[in-house]
């Protein structure tokens, strides 16, 4: 695959967990943090599954996003790394069994 990333995010390490998942007919909602250069960061994300494929809107806090920035990395690209990496499964999963 072509990665259409800048090449200063190639070597990115960005582990990602799900904490909390809300199923829905067509859609989920997932909570859960993501690590860069080990500082923890929350998001929330909304995952369509059923209509018109795979696709996750993941949202940020503009304190995380300021937080990133100081990282000398931009929020966005970020943003569509993490959705990348959801939608492929490359995360780890943290729920409690209920």
Known sequence: MINEFPEEYDNLDVDISIKHVVEGALASKLSGYFLIYDN?????????GRIGGHNINVK???TTSEKIRKLNLDPEIVI?????????G???IQMKKQ
Not at 40 to 48: D, G, I, L, P
Request: hydrophobic content about 55%; charged content about 25%.
């Open 60 to 62: 940020i806090s503009r």
């Open 40 to 48: 923890k960061f929350s998001f929330s994300a909304v995952a369509f």
């Open 80 to 88: 569509l790394i993490i959705q990348r990496k959801i939608i492929e």
């Open 90 to 92: 490359d995360i780890t």
